[in-house]
């Protein structure tokens, strides 16, 4: 169930830009990446504890839905968020 509230929560924020041309090939991507942004981030709430000065980065990034769903729209974020997870193993 938390799946579909995350998805919801993504296409809440992305529809607007999507609507004008979105196919559901995109959209699949959309989803997989956005399946991609949620496990990081459980990744890197769980070692949240541990990550002293970015643990404030990650609680921000990672603690809820809809900062999950902002994540999901930049590419670019994956890396971020396995960055702080590395930060932290190191």
Same mark, same amino acid.
């Given at each position: 169930?938390?799946?579909?509230?995350?998805?919801? &929560?993504?296409?809440?924020? =992305? @529809?607007? #830009?999507?609507?004008?041309?979105?196919?559901? &090939?995109?959209? =699949?991507? !959309?989803?997989?990446?956005?399946?991609? !942004? &949620? &496990? =990081?981030?459980?990744? /890197?709430?769980?070692? @949240? #504890?541990? /990550?002293?000065?970015? @643990? #404030?980065?990650?609680?921000?990034?990672?603690?809820?839905?809809? =900062? !999950?769903?902002?994540? /999901?729209?930049? #590419?670019?974020?994956?890396?971020?968020?396995?960055?702080?997870?590395?930060?932290? @193993?190191?």
């Amino acid at each position: 169930m938390k799946g579909k509230t995350l998805m919801a &929560a993504v296409l809440a924020v =992305a @529809a607007p #830009p999507l609507l004008g041309g979105c196919d559901p &090939a995109q959209l =699949a991507r !959309i989803e997989s990446y956005q399946q991609k !942004i &949620a &496990a =990081a981030c459980n990744m /890197a709430m769980t070692v @949240a #504890p541990l /990550a002293g000065p970015v @643990a #404030p980065y990650i609680i921000g990034g990672c603690a809820t839905e809809q =900062a !999950i769903a902002k994540l /999901a729209l930049d #590419p670019s974020s994956l890396e971020w968020v396995r960055g702080l997870i590395a930060g932290v @193993a190191q």
